[in-house]
């Protein structure tokens, strides 16, 4: 008796087959828009972009050194004692330009220039049409592709577009997702909480996820446990933004205004999903657009937004849901799961020259005072449904949530 009911509910991957059956992202959410080359790293170009310019422009020096004609090594070196520049030779350094009446560069290396102008040439010089000259085009050529839609602009990426001669590029709009934290116990961090009360969280941790799906987070004031002002709030939610969090109240207790509210707003198409802790998350659509409760527990939170909100972050934009990279590592000690359920547990991830895999995983219990920790974690591992846990010393994989050379 009391336990709470954990079968009969749709997996994760179930959840969001069936809510992007009820759901497509509205034009005016996927439109494109015009950003400068500084303003685009990490934005979603929209559209395949082609090369406009054309460098080197005509042919250009290979290497730091004097330009020459070819001509006059038609029989070997030539008598460079008495040489003058401007006349038998240019200076011409990597990538410049150089008159025509030069057709081939030597190495500055094996050219010793003289203070009256005059050049020692190495005895090993050989010189032929072209030689040490970059074709015109050699670095890019117009019409060459550049990147292509759909992808992340990179840092790299800014010189592959400079270079091609775009300054203003194309990208996909990022979604407006407005978060509403509710709950009259909470207070904003910063502020010492007193008794009844507890700290608002999750607004910075998803607000920052969503800045790192893609998105663009609207986060609105906390909001009290007041169906008045949880109605207003989620009135401006919906004008305003393309897809609304609220976090807390997707239970059923008897403040869990929420949940009735977006009943009566909107369309449910799931409400408790096998993945703990985080079970009450709700999936709707109101106005055409997605409405997500998330729970309100910090831990909750955070798996919900990993698995649901980045997925709807990324239909938006028409990207894939991006994963950690995983590690295989030596259990610590036996943990069970429960099987009708995926479970996230977060991991102390160690170096340990014993284990086989030169990993031990140390696995965190946030009902046990190890909340800070959990959330401070380098690593997570999500049980797939069915698991029912294992032993110590098993090999297990991990997921990375900071890079090895973090790794303790």
């Not at 004031?221 to 939610?237: C, G, M, N, Q, Y």
């Not at 698991?387 to 050379?405: H, M, N, Q």
Request: with cysteine; charged share 20%; hydrophobic share 45%.
């Amino acid at each position: 008796m009391g336990e709470k009911i954990m079968d009969g509910f749709p997996s994760r991957e179930e959840a969001l087959k069936d809510f992007f059956a009820a759901w497509e992202p509205a034009a005016e959410a996927t439109a494109t828009e015009l950003v400068s080359l500084d303003e685009a790293v990490g934005r979603i170009l929209a559209r395949a972009l082609f090369s406009i310019n054309t460098l080197p422009v005509v042919r250009a020096s290979a290497c730091d050194g004097i330009a020459v004609k070819s001509e006059a090594f038609a029989n070997g070196l030539p008598d460079t004692s008495t040489w003058h520049l401007g006349e038998d030779y240019v200076r011409a350094d990597t990538g410049d330009d150089f008159p025509d009446a030069y057709d081939a560069v030597i190495m500055i290396e094996k050219a010793a220039l003289q203070p009256d102008g005059s050049v020692i040439l190495d005895d090993d010089v050989q010189v032929q049409p072209g030689t040490n000259v970059r074709p015109a085009g050699s670095t890019i050529k117009a019409g060459a592709p550049l990147m292509k839609a759909g992808l992340p602009i990179r840092p790299t990426d800014l010189a592959t577009l400079a270079m091609g001669g775009v300054t203003m590029v194309p990208v996909r709009r990022k979604p407006r997702i407005a978060f509403i934290p509710t709950g009259s116990e909470l207070v904003p961090a910063g502020i010492a909480p007193r008794r009844g009360q507890n700290v608002d969280t999750n607004s910075l941790m998803v607000k920052h996820l969503l800045h790192e799906y893609g998105a663009e987070p609207l986060i609105f004031p906390i909001v009290h446990d007041d169906e008045a002002a949880l109605e207003r709030a989620f009135t401006e939610a919906l004008a305003i933004a393309d897809a609304v969090i609220i976090n807390g109240g997707s239970a059923v207790g008897e403040e869990d205004f929420n949940v009735r509210m977006i009943e009566r707003r909107g369309r449910v198409v799931h409400h408790y999903i096998a993945a703990v802790p985080g079970r009450p998350l709700m999936m709707a659509v109101a106005n055409g657009k997605p409405v997500i409760d998330l729970p309100g527990p910090t831990l909750a939170a955070y798996f919900g937004a990993q698995w649901c909100l980045q997925a709807i972050v990324a239909r938006f934009l028409g990207i894939p849901v991006l994963h950690h990279p995983t590690v295989k590592a030596r259990a610590a000690a036996d943990v069970s799961c429960p099987p009708q359920m995926a479970n996230i547990a977060r991991v102390n991830l160690v170096h340990d020259e014993e284990s086989p895999t030169g990993y031990t995983a140390h696995f965190l219990n946030f009902n046990a005072g190890d909340m800070a920790a959990c959330m401070a974690s380098n690593a997570q591992r999500v049980s797939p449904l069915g698991e029912r846990g294992f032993a110590a010393e098993d090999i297990i994989d991990v997921e990375l949530l900071r890079s090895e050379e973090y790794i303790d």
